[in-house]
Nanobody
Framework: QLQLVESGGGLVQPGGSLRLSCAAS????????IGWFRQAPGKQREGVSC????????KYADSVKGRFTISRDNAKNTVYLEMNSLKPEDTAVYYC?????????????????WGKGTLVTVSS
C-alpha cells in the first residue's frame, strides 16, 4: 500500500520550533517532488513549501520564508520541514504530498499522493 505518513506535530509556544517528517511506505520518494501544505480552521489549504526531485530547488510561501526549511533524505525515504520562530498563525494541520513531476523545480499542484496530516498548534 502506498502511503505518506506525517509526524512531528504538536503544541509549541510562540517562538518555538518543530520538525515535521514525511515518510513514504510502499514506494520510494526518489522519483517524486514533495510539497508541504497546511490548512487552518476555516481557511483553504495552502502550499507552504516544496522541494524538487533532485533536492536542488525549493520554494516557500512568503509567510514562512526565512523561518521554515524543507529538506529530503532519500536514503531514509523521508522529507522534513524544519519550522522555527513559530507564530500562532502557523497553527494548522500540515500535510505532505508527492508529485511525479520530474522537472528541475517543484509546484503546489498535480499531487499524486497525500498524507493524512499532523496538527501543529502554536499557543502560549
Amino acid at each position: 500500500q502506498l502511503q505518506l505518513v506525517e509526524s512531528g506535530g504538536g503544541l509549541v509556544q510562540p517562538g518555538g520550533s518543530l520538525r515535521l517528517s514525511c515518510a513514504a511506505s510502499g514506494f520510494t520518494l526518489d522519483y517524486y517532488a514533495i510539497g508541504w501544505f497546511r490548512q487552518a480552521p476555516g481557511k483553504q489549504r495552502e502550499g507552504v513549501s516544496c522541494i524538487s526531485v533532485s533536492g536542488g530547488w525549493t520554494k516557500y510561501a512568503d509567510s514562512v520564508k526565512g523561518r521554515f526549511t524543507i529538506s529530503r533524505d532519500n536514503a531514509k525515504n523521508t522529507v522534513y520541514l524544519e519550522m522555527n520562530s513559530l507564530k500562532p498563525e502557523d497553527t494548522a494541520v500540515y500535510y505532505c504530498a508527492a508529485d511525479r513531476y520530474r522537472g528541475f523545480d517543484c509546484r503546489y499542484s498535480g499531487m499524486d499522493f497525500w498524507g493524512k496530516g499532523t496538527l501543529v498548534t502554536v499557543s502560549s
